[in-house]
């Protein structure tokens, strides 16, 4: 019987492990994607303290930092299946066919990326659609690209691919951008970038392979792009499905509905990161950080106080 049981192994994740640690919690971080979406950041520049590092470096410290608390860490990379509340525990069903019992859990599994549903999308997965453009721009050398997007991952992946690609259609449904002006001001400063702004993408061409886009306006009079990728970076949706089966409440956006103190309406439950309503939804690797930091002091709190 663990005291702590935290699904997910990103930021959020490893975090909690440290601080529960830290209060000699015994705890065990589980989760199908190490490192999650924080992996995808090829330049994180606004970590305190780091001037510059990227994501998989970074994320590898987090994880180094927690699993270094030996005697009160379990870390394992599986699929949690099925959360089941019992009389003050907690039972994770994990892919492998293994369970794991727990006083208290923490939610911390983030978000997946969000698709856009129209035709082409999914027959061309993996045959030129993608979903991370910093992880696989460097397929696409001296290859015409399309980016799908207006805020950070899409606008910093647009400036990554850039330094591959012969061409990069940056394809925005806004004629702004809500990403940091830090990279606005990157990939503005790339001649190979065209901004196709205030357009929306309705289908994505191929055969074998993308060959295009077709887009509900002309852009340089057509509403076909020639591409031989199209990077699709429109957000996520946070990760709630197993919260929501053992009576946690999600707000309109579907964020898993967290207080102060990261505690869910279900005693014992807290959440932190990507997948909560706090912070304002400003999902960052520092905000993640402070709320898993709270949501592991919150746990602590909760078993001192005998509930």
Same mark, same amino acid.
Request: proline share 2%; aromatic share 10%; charged share 20%.
């Given at each position: 019987?663990?005291?702590?049981?935290?699904?997910?192994?990103?930021?959020?994740?490893?975090?909690?492990? @440290?601080?529960?640690?830290?209060? /000699?919690?015994?705890?065990?971080? +589980?989760?199908?994607? %190490?490192?999650?979406?924080?992996?995808?950041?090829?330049?994180?520049?606004?970590?305190?303290?780091?001037?510059?590092?990227?994501?998989?470096?970074? =994320?590898?410290?987090? /994880?180094? $930092?927690?699993?270094?608390?030996? %005697?009160?860490?379990? $870390?394992?990379?599986?699929?949690?299946?099925?959360?089941? /509340?019992?009389?003050?525990?907690? $039972?994770?069903?994990?892919?492998?066919?293994?369970?794991?019992?727990? /006083?208290?859990?923490?939610?911390? =599994?983030?978000?997946?990326?969000?698709?856009?549903? @129209? !035709?082409?999308?999914?027959?061309?997965?993996? !045959?030129?659609?993608?979903?991370?453009? #910093?992880?696989?721009?460097?397929?696409?050398?001296?290859? @015409?690209?399309?980016?799908?997007?207006?805020?950070?991952?899409?606008?910093?992946?647009?400036?990554?691919?850039?330094?591959?690609?012969?061409?990069?259609?940056?394809?925005?449904?806004?004629?702004?951008?809500?990403?940091?002006?830090?990279?606005?001001?990157?990939?503005?400063?790339?001649?190979?970038?065209?901004? +196709?702004?205030?357009?929306?993408?309705?289908?994505?061409?191929?055969?074998?392979?993308?060959?295009?886009?077709?887009?509900? !306006?002309?852009? %340089?009079?057509?509403? =076909?792009?020639?591409?031989?990728?199209?990077?699709?970076?429109?957000?996520?949706?946070?990760?709630?499905?197993?919260? !929501?089966?053992?009576?946690? #409440?999600?707000?309109?956006?579907?964020?898993? %509905?967290? *207080?102060?103190?990261?505690?869910?309406? @279900?005693?014992?439950?807290?959440?932190?990161? *990507?997948?909560?309503?706090?912070?304002?939804?400003?999902?960052?690797? #520092? #905000?993640?950080?402070?709320?898993?930091?709270?949501?592991?002091?919150?746990?602590?709190?909760?078993?001192?106080?005998? $509930?």
């Amino acid at each position: 019987m663990y005291d702590v049981l935290i699904i997910g192994i990103g930021c959020a994740g490893y975090t909690a492990a @440290v601080y529960a640690a830290r209060y /000699k919690l015994n705890t065990f971080i +589980v989760g199908a994607e %190490e490192g999650g979406l924080g992996n995808t950041a090829a330049e994180v520049g606004n970590w305190p303290g780091i001037q510059e590092i990227t994501g998989p470096d970074l =994320m590898q410290n987090f /994880k180094n $930092h927690a699993l270094s608390f030996t %005697e009160q860490v379990t $870390h394992k990379n599986a699929r949690v299946l099925k959360v089941e /509340k019992g009389q003050g525990v907690f $039972h994770l069903t994990l892919d492998d066919g293994s369970t794991v019992e727990g /006083k208290t859990l923490i939610f911390a =599994m983030g978000s997946t990326k969000r698709h856009l549903g @129209v !035709k082409g999308e999914k027959e061309f997965s993996g !045959k030129g659609v993608t979903y991370c453009a #910093t992880c696989d721009a460097f397929f696409y050398r001296n290859k @015409v690209v399309a980016v799908i997007g207006g805020g950070d991952s899409a606008v910093e992946g647009a400036a990554i691919a850039a330094q591959v690609a012969s061409k990069v259609y940056l394809v925005h449904r806004r004629d702004a951008f809500r990403a940091e002006p830090y990279w606005v001001d990157q990939v503005k400063a790339k001649s190979n970038v065209s901004f +196709v702004l205030e357009t929306n993408i309705v289908e994505i061409l191929g055969e074998q392979k993308v060959t295009g886009i077709k887009i509900d !306006k002309p852009f %340089e009079g057509s509403d =076909m792009l020639k591409v031989d990728g199209v990077f699709i970076e429109i957000g996520g949706d946070p990760a709630t499905s197993l919260a !929501k089966e053992i009576g946690c #409440t999600v707000d309109a956006k579907g964020f898993l %509905e967290v *207080d102060n103190a990261m505690r869910t309406v @279900v005693p014992g439950v807290f959440g932190a990161g *990507d997948i909560t309503s706090a912070s304002n939804h400003f999902a960052q690797f #520092t #905000t993640a950080a402070g709320e898993a930091s709270v949501a592991a002091n919150s746990a602590f709190n909760y078993l001192q106080s005998g $509930h």
